[in-house]
């Protein structure tokens, strides 16, 4: 968020506080013990859009670091009816005494957004833009403007001093149109935006003769407004103004007018119904269940799984502990089970046992109502974490001093939403290992160059796959910029130095190895491997295809498998018919965090409406990492 806006709303929370609070909260401070700990739950009351959680947390904050206060859904999102939109944990004292205000800022802010959702909504399909006005609460404008952009408007003029707008009481002043556009030219050394308010035909022509950025449609009636869009002709942006309902709104913007004002938007939206709903004991910690006996903790499974019903999905990576994948409804590689949550409307809840940013992309795809959660907060990606935003901007900037616009980032599904955004908004896309090659291909057709982010070896090896030489592949170490800069120069692509440690714990002894130990042996490896343990291998491919490969062959095939060692010992005991074996012992120590443990712990917690460890993506970088993998898509 922009730091102007971030200080605007921490004095507007100081000041309600102060209002509020005053001197003390005496009904608290004499009825509660200093050392209570309580934790809570906000919960919608009705359906609409939420907004302000930011804000919220805000209050909470400024009273008491140690309040911490967790947003189970992104500002903006639609949310129903009874559903949890955060949860807060912290001292008892502290949580009451922010109560009040962050549940009236938090109200106001989401019945804004709320009806500012139904009119945008209303003129979908057609090109009309949905704007607030200065019809604000006194010294909250800045969270009312929010409100509207996270309900989908735009922002009108957020002040008198950024935008000018001629009324109808300065063209009286003025003596007409002309006049005070005339006096407005003479001062506006600043360049702003001009835009004049007509009520009939002939004030619109004269506005339109003076070149003005926007024209106020004040009160027409629908006929007088298509009349005006015809007379306009596209050569300035018009404004709809006045009349403007729910009931009005869709007819007015078929005329084909530009923009939509609504006053009603901040100065009629009525509160969404927000409470706050406190504990009266803390929930059992991970803890306690972390004492159970397997039996106890596998029946505690299969009971939250019945009385969640169709509310629960429980997706599992193939590289996912066997005690985990039993319970699953899913099993597949990462983007399988993304889409598949994306298919699971009916679900509330999806329960991914797989690492951070695989929770990550089922949060982009699926249901903005539907709920995201892993078992294990420390499932976290050690390859993903090798690249960021602010790292790939940094080489963007370095390779397009040279390259110019010549040149298209792609980045690894097994990437943080952020990497995914950057590629999307720079025309790139995102892979798998499956269509990397393909999506390399799709790249060089467009530009000259690739950026690939964030594993340096399938990166490499689908380069080499294209025929391209090993001198025109060069490493980018984020470290070292500059010097990673100088070496890219002569470069076709660009790989990221990032990998996988349990990928890259192959090697081409290892291959030797097994072809001694078992003559004839198939060697199949995955594309996350170095380069010369793939050109050892008889084949490589990504999760699917070594699956598919097993299950094609023969009886009595024989074949050493260089991937996760869980997969390979689901696939030896599931095909018992033939010889399977690990190239060697690689184990996700990330994926191996989630046990039966911590996924009762979570199941649990949904059972009572309070999920743990959920997933989100904001929603603007959503936008753009949803994008990217549409571009992957429409590849394949």
Known sequence: ?????????????????????????????????????????????????????????????????????????????????????????????????????????????????????????????????????????????????????????????????????????????????????????????????????????????????????????????????????????????????????????????????????????????????????????????????????????????????????????????????????????????????????????????????????????AAMLCAPTQIVCIPARAAVCPMAQMANAEQAQTAWQHLTKFWGQDLLPITYQNSYASVKAFCGERGGAVCTSANAQALFRWALKQKGHILFFPDEHLGTNSALALGIPRSKIVVWNPTEPEASARAARDATVVVWKGYCHVHTFFTVEQVADARRKYPGIQVVVHPECPAEVVAAADSSGSTSFIIRTVESAPPGASFAIGTEIHMVARLAKEHPDKLIVPLARGLCGAMYTINPYNLSYTLDRLLVDDPVNVVTVPPEIARWANLALQRMLEVN
């Open 1 to 361: 968020m922009d730091p102007t806006i971030c200080a605007e709303i921490s004095a507007i929370v100081q000041r309600a506080l102060q209002e509020d609070i005053g001197s003390g909260d005496v009904t608290t401070e004499w009825t509660l013990p200093v050392d209570l700990h309580q934790r809570g739950r906000l919960i919608v009351k009705a359906a609409g859009v939420v907004a302000g959680l930011d804000v919220a947390r805000t209050v909470f904050e400024t009273i008491d670091t140690s309040v911490r206060f967790v947003p189970r859904v992104a500002d903006g999102a639609p949310v129903s009816a009874r559903q949890t939109v955060a949860t807060i944990d912290g001292p008892a004292r502290s949580i009451l005494a922010g109560e009040r205000v962050a549940l009236n800022l938090l109200q106001r802010m989401s019945g804004i957004a709320t009806l500012t959702s139904r009119y945008v909504a209303a003129v979908r399909g057609t090109k009309a833009v949905i704007l607030d006005t200065r019809k604000t609460a006194p010294g909250l404008r800045v969270l009312d403007k929010l409100a509207v952009r996270l309900g989908g408007g735009r922002n009108h003029r957020i002040g008198l001093y950024d935008m000018v707008l001629i009324k109808d009481n300065h063209i009286a002043a003025a003596g007409s149109i002309t006049a005070a556009v005339q006096a407005v030219k003479s001062h506006n050394r600043a360049g702003l935006k001009v835009e004049v308010e007509v009520k009939n035909l002939d004030e619109l022509r004269e506005a339109l003769a003076l070149g003005v950025d926007r024209i106020m449609l004040d009160n027409m009636n629908l006929e007088v407004m298509r009349q005006a869009v015809s007379i306009a002709a596209g050569r300035t942006e018009l404004e709809a103004s006045g009349g403007v309902s729910l009931d009005t709104v869709t007819d007015i913007a078929r005329t084909g007018v530009d923009l939509i004002s609504v006053g009603a938007l901040t100065h009629s939206a009525a509160a969404l119904d927000i409470s706050l709903d406190l504990e009266e004991q803390s929930p059992v910690s991970l803890a306690d269940y972390q004492a159970l006996s397997e039996d106890q903790v596998s029946a505690r499974i299969e009971q939250a799984r019945r009385d969640l019903g169709k509310d629960l999905v429980i997706l599992a990576h193939h590289y996912q502990r066997d005690e985990v994948v039993r319970f699953a409804d899913l099993r597949g590689d990462s983007l399988e089970l993304s889409r598949a949550a994306a298919e699971v409307r009916d679900a509330r809840y999806i329960v991914f046992c797989g690492v951070d940013f695989m929770a990550e992309t």
